[in-house]
């Protein structure tokens, strides 16, 4: 269903462990959680070759209980973030991949950056402070509505951030994560190469 190229995440929050399973034996590897409370245990409980993708609002004095397993936070949405996630990996020997969440939405309640803050950060020197963090590339998400057009600018905004990003940013910096049940379609058009999908392989939550 998804063209080459694109990393399918499923999003497996407020499933249980069966149903994780499930989709493991039938070959699926990368899961996303939202909540740390959720999944410590599942991590604790499930096959260790599972990649596990944070993609929910994190909050600092959190990223400890996750800091030696998981394999890629989507949703860093502050300096402040960053820097505890590259003191916990630090304490674990770890280089942590993360994404950073960039805010375009039309809608108060989500995370991120706004564009322009990330354009400063990555004109600034400030990347070299954090040793054991490895900035992989950026995460949006889009207004939850029915209107194509303003989910595909939304969409092609982040992408195009992506593409002045990367210029200056290392050669790691190549992940585009957008685009959920409602909406891959329209962000896989606009470059997208990883999708985080719940409902559709799940069900409703
Ligand atoms: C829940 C969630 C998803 C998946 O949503 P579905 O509509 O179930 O596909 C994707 N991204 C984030 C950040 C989520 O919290």
Request: with cysteine; net charge negative; aromatic share 8%.
């Amino acid at each position: 269903m998804l063209p080459e190229g694109v990393t399918l995440v499923a999003v497996s929050k407020t499933h249980a462990a069966d149903r994780i399973l499930e989709a493991y034996h039938a070959g699926q590897r990368v899961f996303g959680e939202n909540r740390v409370q959720e999944l410590v245990p599942k991590y604790e409980e499930l096959p260790k070759d599972i990649e596990w993708h944070l993609i929910g609002h994190l909050q600092s004095n959190k990223v400890k209980y996750i800091a030696p397993f998981v394999s890629l936070i989507h949703s860093v949405d502050s300096e402040k973030l960053l820097a505890e996630i590259n003191k916990q990996a630090g304490k674990c020997g770890r280089k942590i991949d993360v994404l950073l969440q960039v805010f375009v939405a039309r809608e108060e309640t989500k995370f991120g950056f706004y564009p322009e803050e990330l354009t400063t950060f990555f004109a600034s020197e400030n990347l070299r402070d954090y040793p054991h963090v490895r900035i992989r590339g950026l995460m949006a998400m889009a207004t939850n509505t029915d209107e194509k057009s303003q989910v595909a600018a939304e969409f092609s905004q982040v992408a195009a951030l992506f593409e002045t990003v990367r210029t200056h940013a290392g050669t790691d910096f190549n992940i585009l994560s957008m685009g959920m049940s409602s909406d891959w379609q329209t962000a896989v058009q606009q470059g997208s190469n990883m999708v985080r999908i719940g409902s559709t392989i799940f069900g409703n939550r």
